[in-house]
């Protein structure tokens, strides 16, 4: 299961890499609304972050018995439905917004850096460890380690669409 998982966000990283990659304009945004750089540098800081739960484990998780193959389809399912609606406005809390970007952050190597952090960290749990150690989403409540790599790949869309739509609006 892990490896499909990891599998899906791989081929998600590369589609919004590619996309990213051909857009005109990574700048501008309209009002209130964050540029294609910003979304980027928002989705490094949540993979960062994701990755940090899963370096913390067991000390921080709450543990509970191992979720059945039937509860963690659920917890997919439910996550590929919020996650990439854009109907559903969400907002980031304060420690991923898109603040403090500079002009000359490589973006793209930040992902790298994250991608590979989160890599480290979740190759090593078990199975086991995967459907019994839960970490409070500010949207979803509890989701299991399995749950956060879902939630990488389907954010990760989010953000893509949602640079689509910049996208269309500036061609």
Known sequence: MLQQLLSEIEQTRTELLEF?????DK???P???WSAREIMYHLYRTELGIAKIFRAGARVATI????????LQEEYNGLQDVSTR?????????HIQPSGLEPDVDVVALLAQSRAMLLQYATVKT??????????HPVRG????YGWITFVGVHEQRHANQMSELNNKHI
């Open 20 to 24: 990213y990659n051909s857009m005109p």
């Open 27 to 29: 700048n501008t945004a």
């Open 31 to 33: 009002e209130g609304r």
């Open 64 to 71: 509970h018995p191992p979720k059945t193959d039937d509860e």
């Open 86 to 94: 854009r109907d559903v406005k969400i907002v980031a809390p304060d």
């Open 127 to 136: 199975d086991e460890e995967l459907r019994t150690m839960s970490f409070a």
């Open 142 to 145: 509890l989701l299991t380690l």
